[in-house]
């Protein structure tokens, strides 16, 4: 009977390709959603990883480490609070 040795690729992607920017908007958005449900402290990479279905090295690919995740998730948030309110702004007779 023969055995069959397992092996686990890593894929690296060109940083601007579609798979890429696909892998980096899937880990914000579950990195945002977890942030905001259980609290930055509580969430680990390891956890971000298990729920985007990806290994912790593609993670680390993407961003340097889990402040560069939290600043990049905050960032975001901020410009999408930005967009909401200049489209109040311009859309509205006033903020009233």
Partial sequence: METLNQMKVSIVLPPNS???????????????????????????????ARQAGISKKTIYQEYADKRD???????????????????????EDGVI
């Fill in 69 to 91: 995740l939290v600043k990049a998730v905050f960032a975001r948030i901020l410009e999408e609070d930005q967009k909401r309110l200049t489209f109040i702004l311009e859309t």
């Fill in 18 to 48: 579609k798979e890429a920017l696909e892998t980096r908007e899937r880990i914000l958005e579950i990195a945002t959603e977890q942030f905001a449900r259980f609290g930055v402290r509580t969430i680990t990479m390891e956890d971000i």
